[in-house]
């Protein structure tokens, strides 16, 4: 069931998590009695939060190039569409922002569950 990871700035850390899901996927079968056994899947994604994602030289960001993050972001949830895991937990989710949370709910929440922490300091 898995596909061909997208081709993202970031897509090594991208590939690792679909490597990890078929290992779990290929774990299953019977457990012994012949009883069947039950598989869950995991996805794990840092995301590079846009407010800490250097562009360029030392003091861009990309939090300052709101189609550059948008369009990075929409291909990472087409990638978590794809992948079709049971739990998805995000690292460096920009939590701050309104679009940027917007974005994720609108195609993610008719499958998933949305617990967030913030970051201290408020970011």
């Known amino acids: 069931r898995l596909q061909a990871p997208l081709q993202l700035r970031g897509g090594m ?16 079968g019977s457990s012994a009695g012949g009883a069947e056994q039950t598989s869950l899947s995991i996805t794990t994604f840092n995301i590079w939060c ?19 993050y948008a369009a990075r972001n929409e291909g990472i949830i087409s990638l978590i569409e794809q992948l079709d895991s049971d ?35 408020g970011r």
Not at 111 to 120: C, P
Request: proline share 1%; hydrophobic share 30%.
């Open 87 to 121: 739990i998805v937990c995000i690292q460096e989710f920009w939590v701050a922002n309104k679009e940027f949370n917007k974005m994720y709910h609108n195609r993610l929440s008719g499958r998933y569950s949305f617990h967030q922490l913030e970051r201290t300091g």
């Open 50 to 68: 846009p407010l800490f994602r250097r562009m360029g030289h030392e003091d861009s960001r990309e939090s300052e190039y709101a189609e550059t």
């Open 13 to 28: 850390q991208l590939q690792r998590s679909m490597q990890r899901r078929a290992q779990m996927s290929s774990a299953g």
